[in-house]
């Protein structure tokens, strides 16, 4: 709740590390496999959110 009275599109990007913690949780506690597919599209969603962390007209990161 403290990240939604800072800034509510900051809140946003945090769901997109959902993803994440639930292929870490499935392969630790289920005993899932991670594959080269898991690990690209990991890749791309963290990507995703360095991308989406810099201000586009400053090109600096948002605070």
Known sequence: MRL????????GLW???????GIIIAALLMG???SLFTVAGLAMVLAGLGVS????KLNTPME
């Open 4 to 11: 939604i009275k800072q800034d509510a599109v900051k809140a």
């Open 15 to 21: 769901l997109f590390l959902c993803p994440i913690f």
């Open 32 to 34: 899932d496999q991670i």
């Open 53 to 56: 962390h810099y201000d586009k």
